[in-house]
């Protein structure tokens, strides 16, 4: 599966580098969110090569679901597709925006993959293994490099999002006597622990499943977690909840390494 997802993101990379390199004009959709050409060709790009090589699989992607195309996946894996995932960074010039794409089963993010075509980094991970990719400048894989997450240690270094803070992350690295905090967009943040750069992700405002399958599925594989504030695994394919969108997290924790505490320090 991982060959599928690497062969997709790497040419919806492409693509997407070359709409960059062209310039583009930029769309707003109805949650005010922006959208380019770029996300457009890049989930056409995905969803070929996931119909393709598994075409009883359903897929919930982003500018799909948007477009009001959402499959039936009860009881069912399913593939979830961010096909750009950090636009307003792509459409500021900056380098962070990824390319996503996980498989669930069970609820559960047990293969992904995050490719970041500007920087020619990727991430991918299933089932216990989680591997960083160099990235050629004609689009191929140069090295493979096992990662992991790294134990927790005394002064921790906390991610945070780019656009999306709020209070109560302030209020939550203060509890925790964490001193050190970074601020990234996309979902490089779940990379980050899973490579042992960074050692928590505390988010607290709006994401969607396919904002974060990719990465926490590298995240897991590379022996990190993601928890809800009750400490429950993160789950996915949440759809018919009255309290909220389909396909919507709840506010959440993700951690690198194993000494992993959500009371004080």
Same mark, same amino acid.
């Given at each position: 599966?991982?060959?599928?997802?690497?062969?997709?993101?790497?040419?919806?990379?492409?693509?997407?580098?070359?709409?960059?390199? $062209?310039?583009?004009?930029?769309?707003?959709?109805?949650?005010?969110?922006?959208?380019?050409?770029?996300? #457009?060709?890049?989930?056409?790009?995905?969803?070929?090569?996931?119909?393709?090589?598994?075409?009883?699989?359903?897929?919930?992607?982003?500018? !799909?679901?948007?477009?009001? *195309?959402?499959? %039936?996946?009860?009881?069912?894996?399913?593939?979830?597709? /961010?096909?750009? /995932?950090?636009?307003?960074?792509?459409?500021?010039?900056?380098?962070?925006?990824?390319?996503?794409?996980?498989?669930?089963?069970?609820?559960?993010?047990? +293969?992904?993959?995050?490719?970041?075509? =500007?920087?020619?980094?990727?991430?991918?991970? $299933?089932?216990?293994? +989680?591997?960083?990719?160099?990235?050629?400048? /004609?689009?191929?894989?140069?090295?493979?490099?096992?990662?992991?997450?790294? $134990?927790?240690? /005394? %002064?921790?270094?906390?991610? +945070? !999002?780019?656009?999306? *803070?709020?209070? #109560?992350?302030? &209020?939550?690295? +203060?509890?925790?006597?964490?001193?050190?905090? &970074?601020?990234?967009?996309?979902?490089?943040?779940?990379?980050?622990?899973?490579?042992?750069?960074?050692?928590?992700?505390?988010?607290?405002?709006?994401?969607?499943?396919?904002? &974060?399958?990719?990465?926490?599925?590298?995240?897991?594989?590379?022996?990190?977690?993601?928890?809800?504030?009750?400490?429950?695994?993160? &789950?996915?394919?949440?759809?018919?909840?009255?309290?909220?969108?389909?396909? =919507? *997290?709840?506010?959440?924790?993700?951690?690198?390494?194993?000494?992993?505490?959500?009371?004080?320090?």
């Amino acid at each position: 599966m991982l060959t599928t997802f690497e062969k997709a993101a790497l040419e919806a990379g492409k693509a997407i580098i070359a709409v960059l390199r $062209e310039g583009f004009p930029v769309a707003m959709k109805a949650d005010a969110s922006p959208v380019t050409v770029a996300d #457009e060709e890049a989930e056409r790009i995905i969803l070929a090569h996931l119909s393709r090589d598994y075409p009883d699989i359903p897929v919930v992607a982003e500018e !799909s679901v948007a477009a009001g *195309n959402v499959p %039936d996946i009860s009881g069912r894996g399913f593939f979830l597709v /961010d096909p750009l /995932d950090g636009t307003r960074e792509f459409v500021d010039g900056r380098q962070e925006f990824t390319v996503n794409i996980a498989y669930i089963e069970n609820g559960a993010p047990v +293969a992904g993959i995050v490719y970041a075509p =500007a920087l020619g980094l990727a991430f991918s991970g $299933e089932r216990g293994r +989680a591997e960083r990719l160099d990235v050629t400048e /004609d689009f191929t894989i140069g090295a493979r490099t096992a990662i992991a997450v790294r $134990e927790q240690p /005394d %002064d921790r270094l906390a991610l +945070a !999002s780019l656009r999306h *803070n709020s209070p #109560e992350t302030g &209020t939550f690295l +203060a509890d925790h006597a964490i001193s050190k905090c &970074t601020n990234i967009g996309s979902s490089l943040k779940f990379c980050l622990l899973a490579e042992g750069k960074a050692d928590v992700y505390p988010r607290f405002t709006r994401t969607m499943e396919w904002d &974060t399958a990719a990465g926490d599925a590298v995240l897991r594989a590379a022996g990190g977690s993601t928890v809800t504030l009750d400490g429950a695994l993160l &789950t996915y394919g949440k759809t018919g909840t009255a309290a909220d969108f389909d396909f =919507a *997290n709840p506010k959440f924790i993700s951690w690198g390494g194993r000494k992993r505490v959500l009371e004080p320090a």
